[in-house]
């Protein structure tokens, strides 16, 4: 992903939330000083096959969800999926998480050997500087929804779980199974205004790829297309 073609799809998610830019710029630029060593590069995770892209909705209780994940070739998980996973005996190939879960378990994760990408924005600084420097940092992502700088990179995608197919679809998947995804769970308003986003990115990442989600069935024609240059 381009940061010129990334940038007035976060332009406009800063104005619909009254995001700071210059919030998440700080945050990129904390995270970058508080990697202890070279981070993991992008370009070296492949996720080839059927990836299955996991969120922590409540349908990812079901046996079947679970199973639908361990089936994949690969397992990207956003946030604590990656812990409700691990917990059933799922294997995780990679956590996507702004740390607002549990974050031990994501440092414990990268000392084990499994990648996670830790994505800072305005809000998560605290968070970055109580995780970051005990993660194992070349199995750390780091990743900002501004422009990249340095070592941090930006892979598209706002939420966690938009970012995990996002990422997924950089890094090769051939076929994405969305998992645990339950965009109509009854929500805080808020949260509710952010999985609409998380939807509208997916429709735009299936356009990208020249693919069918079937998660958007039925909601593709209620979807307000995403800004573009």
Request: charged residues 30%.
């Amino acid at each position: 992903m381009e940061f010129a073609e990334w940038e007035p799809v976060y332009e406009a998610v800063l104005a619909d939330f009254g995001y700071s830019r210059a919030g998440d710029e700080a945050a990129r630029d904390l995270l970058a000083d508080l990697l202890d060593g070279e981070p993991l590069d992008a370009a070296t995770l492949s996720l080839g096959g059927t990836v299955a892209v996991v969120a922590p909705g409540p349908s990812l209780a079901a046996e079947r969800e679970r199973g639908r994940a361990r089936s994949a070739d690969a397992v990207v998980a956003a946030s604590t999926a990656a812990d409700r996973l691990a917990d059933a005996g799922v294997a995780v190939d990679v956590q996507v998480t702004d740390l607002d879960g549990d974050p031990a378990r994501a440092t414990r994760r990268t000392r084990e050997g499994t990648p996670v990408a830790v994505h800072a924005h305005g809000d998560n600084r605290n968070a970055l500087r109580a995780t970051v420097p005990d993660c194992r940092a070349d199995r750390l992502l780091p990743t900002t929804q501004a422009a990249p700088a340095g070592v941090v990179r930006n892979v598209g995608g706002f939420t966690d779980g938009d970012r995990a197919a996002f990422l997924a679809d950089a890094r090769g998947a051939d076929r994405l199974r969305f998992v645990g995804w339950d965009v109509d769970a009854d929500v805080a308003p808020e949260k509710r205004r952010k999985l609409r986003w998380a939807v509208r990115l997916l429709r735009w990442l299936e356009r990208r790829r020249g693919d069918r989600f079937p998660l958007l069935d039925g909601r593709r024609d209620d979807l307000e297309p995403v800004p573009t240059g």
